[in-house]
């Protein structure tokens, strides 16, 4: 039998989900997946984890909570932006390192979008986070984000003014925001 890899998606799935207000966002070591991956890891399983996020926002919260062993044999990689990168670590630091061969590989089948796509989309992003928020400060009975949900954080972030005032940014502390990824390869709403 070959090598077993666990490829998962890392948001509310193996990574705890963020809280608070500005939203706290815990590492993989505060949630319940981190000891079984360890354990997968001992019996010789590679760990991937996936995010549309950046190398920046996950790098600390998932890819250096594993041992550095780990990180030096190439037993743990992270996929950010999507599937955009993968980074794997330096077989003597255990810092993330890009896989320059897969960064090739998908620059060739993802084609970025034109500018005036990108704007769209950017328009598209602002008109509905600025909705969702103006939904939410009118949800009294909780229906459209229950009390006990995890993202109830959401109800004490400051809600735009207007969807201009909605940036375009890859900073996680602005919520909402609109992320443009690298070379205009997708747009994503947060």
Not at 43 to 68: N, W
Not at 83 to 92: M, P
Request: aromatic fraction near 8%; proline fraction near 9%.
């Amino acid at each position: 039998m070959g090598r077993f890899a666990l490829v998962c998606d890392l948001d509310g799935t193996l990574l705890p989900r963020p809280y608070g207000v500005p939203p706290i966002a815990p590492p993989l070591s505060h949630g319940p997946a981190y000891q079984p991956l360890l354990e997968l890891l001992e019996l010789g399983a590679m760990v991937v984890g996936v995010t549309g996020s950046s190398l920046d926002t996950h790098r600390k919260r998932f890819f250096e909570e594993f041992p550095l062993r780990f990180r030096t044999s190439g037993a743990v990689m992270l996929a950010v932006e999507t599937g955009q990168h993968l980074y794997r670590g330096d077989s003597v630091s255990g810092a993330p390192l890009k896989d320059e061969a897969f960064a090739a590989m998908v620059g060739e089948r993802v084609q970025p979008m034109s500018s005036h796509v990108v704007e769209e989309l950017i328009a598209v992003g602002r008109k509905g986070l600025f909705e969702f928020y103006q939904d939410l400060q009118r949800d009294d009975d909780f229906s459209l984000l229950p009390k006990e949900s995890p993202m109830a954080f959401l109800r004490q972030l400051q809600p735009p003014l207007s969807e201009a005032e909605i940036p375009v940014s890859s900073d996680a502390a602005n919520c909402p925001r609109v992320e443009v990824r690298e070379g205009n390869r997708a747009v994503v709403f947060v």
